[in-house]
């Protein structure tokens, strides 16, 4: 299918499953440990019954060391449609019965009410007219999301955002739950007993399988056992006129290789939150850094004052900002530091209301940033920047300290541990520790320069 072809489609996007990622060498070579699942050949039969067409005749799904993927049954070109899913074999919350949908209303988002129709079709068993695909779902104890980590798994995490992210996810779920409970249990003979582990799994099989399209939240069989590969530039295409999720080859594929899609431009930590599954090596790892204010400082006040009057427009690598601390997004595949960090120190460490003052009306010259451009006095500058290198430097060694913990831990706790979500844990720590490695050495070589020139 010619490239120009697709733009006239919708992209999806991968709204949040437990697979792990292969890197672009592994999935060059056919999988050696590949066997063959009669079930999950049983399971494509059903699917191309219920949707009146065929789903694929390129490709075969099969069980390897990653669980179940998607293999190259012929050889596939660059620009192939390798499957094709009708909207009408999606699970979507349209097909919610209307009685239940009155009374969610709005109640939940998209993925809670998808994840109530999951909770029926579960109870429903053998009338469910999904039970194939139901079956080849993972139960709860195959999943690795940290929202299913216990506190002490958590503790791992503890260095990075993930931590207080999986902790706020869960409460988001468990308030969800508590709008949804009410409703399903007017309708006993569709949901049975209603409990909250049940409403935990549904919802984290449809955020780390599902996808949103142009229709809103949509469980794809089939097409969700693609595994995701970061480099990869297939991604899952919704065809309006067809009423079809498609995806197209993005390189040519020999027969016995897995072929896989991109799920999203993910770091670890979002991985490991919403998929259940992290990478050893991540190009798009970030790290999120709080930065205390030094609220001790005879200006903090006017400090505060003027950087709340002039830093400008929130930032993608700012993430949030209050009176004692802020917070800055440092990603792995941009070079340097993001120039809002760099402008915080020059502000925050300035020593005289005079500097405020200097960069104020610099700003109103300029475009209303602040603090954007080296400072004049090479001195302050290189002690902005000195401050900024300590900040790194804490953040490192916290991060040092837990990976250390990770290899040392041998109490009873830490032999309880999942040996996947310590893996889990080392990868995305090592991952941002790499990030903040880097931004530190850029910081070194910027304060070196300043130094002898």
């Not at 290899?407 to 996947?420: E, G, L, M, Y």
Request: glycine fraction near 6%.
């Amino acid at each position: 299918m010619a490239a120009g072809a697709r733009l006239a489609r919708g992209v999806a996007s991968r709204i949040g499953g437990g697979r792990r990622l292969l890197s672009r060498s592994a999935a060059s070579k056919p999988q050696a440990t590949t066997l063959k699942d009669h079930n999950c050949t049983a399971f494509l039969r059903w699917l191309q019954r219920k949707a009146g067409t065929q789903v694929s005749s390129v490709l075969d799904v099969a069980t390897s060391t990653f669980g179940r993927s998607l293999f190259a049954l012929e050889p596939i070109q660059e620009g192939d449609c390798i499957l094709g899913v009708p909207y009408g074999v999606q699970l979507t919350q349209d097909k919610l019965p209307q009685e239940v949908c009155m009374l969610l209303d709005n109640r939940v988002g998209d993925t809670a009410k998808v994840a109530v129709l999951l909770m029926m079709e579960q109870n429903l068993g053998h009338a469910s007219g999904w039970e194939p695909y139901i079956k080849s779902l993972p139960c709860k104890d195959q999943m690795h999301n940290v929202m299913f980590w216990d506190l002490n798994e958590l503790q791992m995490v503890r260095n990075s955002s993930v931590y207080n992210e999986a902790i706020e996810q869960r409460e988001q779920i468990k308030k969800e739950f508590s709008a949804v409970k009410p409703v399903l249990e007017y309708f006993p003979h569709l949901f049975g007993e209603v409990k909250w582990e049940d409403f935990m799994h549904a919802y984290a099989l449809v955020s780390s399988r599902a996808w949103r399209t142009a229709k809103g939240v949509s469980l794809i069989p089939f097409a969700d056992f693609l595994n995701h590969d970061g480099r990869s530039n297939s991604i899952l295409l919704y065809d309006e006129k067809k009423d079809v999720s498609e995806v197209i080859a993005d390189r040519n594929y020999a027969v016995g290789e897995q072929v896989m899609i991109r799920y999203g431009k993910y770091s670890n930590a979002v991985l490991a939150l919403n998929f259940g599954f992290t990478l050893s090596r991540n190009i798009y790892d970030q790290v999120q850094t709080w930065v205390d204010m030094p609220d001790e400082d005879l200006f903090y006040m006017e400090k505060l004052d003027t950087w709340l009057r002039h830093h400008g427009p929130k930032s993608e690598d700012m993430f949030s900002c209050n009176y004692t601390k802020a917070s800055f997004v440092i990603k792995g595949k941009a070079v340097g530091v993001p120039q809002i960090l760099r402008a915080f120190f020059r502000v925050f460490y300035a020593t005289s209301l005079e500097e405020l003052e200097e960069m104020s009306t610099e700003a109103a010259r300029g475009d209303g940033r602040l603090a954007r451009r080296p400072l004049e006095n090479r001195e302050r500058e290189i002690h902005a920047h000195s401050m900024l290198l300590l900040h790194l430097d804490n953040e490192i060694q916290g991060y040092f300290t837990a990976i250390e913990q990770l290899k040392i831990a041998n109490d009873t706790a830490s032999r309880s541990v999942q040996p996947f979500r310590k893996q889990m844990a080392k990868d995305l720590l090592v991952g941002e520790l790499r990030v903040l490695q880097s931004s530190r050495a850029w910081i070194a070589i910027y304060c070196e320069n300043l130094s002898i020139s």
